[in-house]
């Protein structure tokens, strides 16, 4: 008989069992957050995360993966769904890259108490800013299957809201936010994450091609990381492990900063993981009078390249050195461009300096469902409310790229700032 073979969906599920090695070879264009070698790690550091994710296969090593995590009781602000509605919380602390909050709104979100949005599933990587399904398999209709099952099996569970934070505007992707939108979700604009295509022959190439501020201001970031002071070097794997502690310390200083949280130990944990799993991690060290003064960590997977945690000792460097620049975005292009890679994936964080030295923006919306119908006509206000200071927040740079291509199968052999990411 003739046909496609039958897609099996599983929820509330554990990790697949699956090493660094698999999901290079199985999960091949799958941002590293959304595997299980990040993930394992995350439900180490975070142990009050509950996993509930949802598992489609189809064949024999086919595998669709879209992670979730229960939290029972109000988390960080990231991950809590009360500020995608524009509540602020008592500590002052704010989402990734801000946005203004009203008062009064806040304090409606507030009377509500906690009932109506815990227990709370939040569906992605919640230290990988990433909602998304890594997949080796594709299908028209598999997002909509995996939402479909999803949903139902979720808030029978006693799910009271289930938070879709961060999808970005890659293509399959729109299929996920009009099924949760069919589901009875609202979605809103996030904000951007930025990357670099490498499509010049080299680093020389690159320059040459960017507009004259935007080269201008690369060679000045450059000659101020000079001026003051800073050697750059590069550690790779293993040699990493004398420095974890130290990047996460400052780390979690930037994000400190720039008005979020994390803890040093998350940093520690999965940083440390993906070492000893025999990950491609670089880390590029900024030291100055022989102390370690700036730090960037990035992961390659196959063809692209992922700078994830940065972290400056601002005291000892200054506000306007320029090593922000040099180390996280010059530093990983030119190895990137050495490498043969194709792409370098930021993430969100410093926008708008970002675009200034040549990234491409790409949208990320926030979707969310509450299980109360009577309460969804007002989430969806707060939800386009907190969408607008959102667009205020990143200046509103107009229409980004269009949306990325994702691949249909996953297992071609691939070439060899800010707050919530870089």
Known sequence: MGGSPRVVISTGQTL???DWTGEL??????????????LAATEKVLPEAQPWHTVAGRARGEL?????YILSTPPVVDHEPRTYLGRRAPTGEEVCCGAETDAARSAEIDALGTEPFFPTLLLGSPLGYRTEVAYNFWAPTLMGAIVDRLVPAALEAGVRCILAPWIPDRRGNEALVSALDAAGAHSTFWGYEDFISLDAPDWDGHLAALPLKKRQRIKGDV????????AIRRVD???????????????CLNREKNGAGEQPEHIVGILSALIDQGADVRAYLGYKNDAL??????IRKNHRLFPKWAGFDYPAIGERSGIYFALVLDAP???AYAEGLRTVEFGAGAHQAKALRGCTPRAVTTSMLLADPALRPRATAWLDAFGRTRRAAFGD??????????PLLGNAAGTGGGCCTS
Not at 293 to 298: E, F, H, I, L, R
């Open 397 to 406: 740079p107009g229409t980004p790229a269009p949306p990325a291509t994702l």
């Open 25 to 38: 070879a199985d999960l091949t264009d799958s941002w590293p957050y959304l595997g299980p070698t990040w």
């Open 223 to 230: 000659r101020r990381a000079e001026a003051a002071g800073v």
């Open 237 to 251: 794997g293993t040699d990493i492990r004398p420095h974890v502690q130290r990047i996460a310390e400052l780390t």
């Open 16 to 18: 697949p069992h699956m």
């Open 293 to 298: 003064v700036a730090t960037c960590v990035a």
């Open 64 to 68: 669709a993966l879209l992670p979730g």
């Open 333 to 335: 292009v030119r190895d």
